[in-house]
């Protein structure tokens, strides 16, 4: 009887407790906008696309190999929500820009083309929802309008 019970305890309760992590996906959520006056980084002149393609990628730290990828598309708010059924464990996992609906605003910003995301249940995070930086891509030429935008970030109190 015992051997029986320390065979369950070794065997059937991980394979249980890892199928309930598999169960509950994780819901990955960022932003995708159009840097507007090509500055790096969001402003009140800021526009985020609908319609703009995003996937997350899980690969292995050490081989850099691909072990999964998922697309999504941004909503009218320029907001994507993608499940996710599979846990990256220690591995890399990574949300990326693939690409725009406005050809005025295509190009990736480096730097703001990719955010990190982890996609674990083994780091101490209670939630399912994982919520990844904005990520961007430069507006062709800046709008007229970016000298006055900018300007407000150079007020100083002296």
């Given amino acids: 009887?015992?051997?029986?019970?320390?065979?369950?305890?070794?065997?059937?309760?991980?394979?249980?407790?890892?199928?309930?992590?598999?169960?509950?996906?994780?819901?990955?959520?960022?932003?995708?906008?159009?840097?507007?006056?090509?500055?790096?980084?969001?402003?009140?002149?800021?526009?985020?696309?609908?319609?703009?393609?995003?996937?997350?990628?899980?690969?292995?730290r050490a081989t850099q190999a691909l072990k999964y990828s998922i697309e999504g598309v941004t909503d009218s708010t320029g907001t994507y929500k993608i499940m996710v059924n599979a846990d990256c464990g220690d591995d890399i996992a990574d949300a990326m820009l693939v690409s725009s609906p406005d050809s005025e605003c295509a190009t990736p910003d480096k730097g703001r083309d990719r955010a990190r995301v982890f996609l674990t249940r083994y780091n101490g995070m209670n939630s399912d929802t994982r919520i990844a930086n904005a990520m961007g891509f430069l507006k062709n030429e800046p709008l007229a309008s970016c000298t006055q935008v900018l300007q407000k970030y150079q007020e100083t109190d002296e």
């Fill in 1 to 60: 009887m015992a051997r029986l019970i320390l065979l369950f305890a070794l065997c059937v309760l991980p394979a249980i407790v890892s199928a309930r992590f598999e169960a509950n996906p994780f819901l990955v959520r960022g932003k995708v906008y159009c840097d507007t006056c090509r500055c790096g980084f969001e402003t009140p002149a800021t526009k985020y696309l609908a319609g703009a393609r995003v996937k997350i990628e899980c690969r292995d």
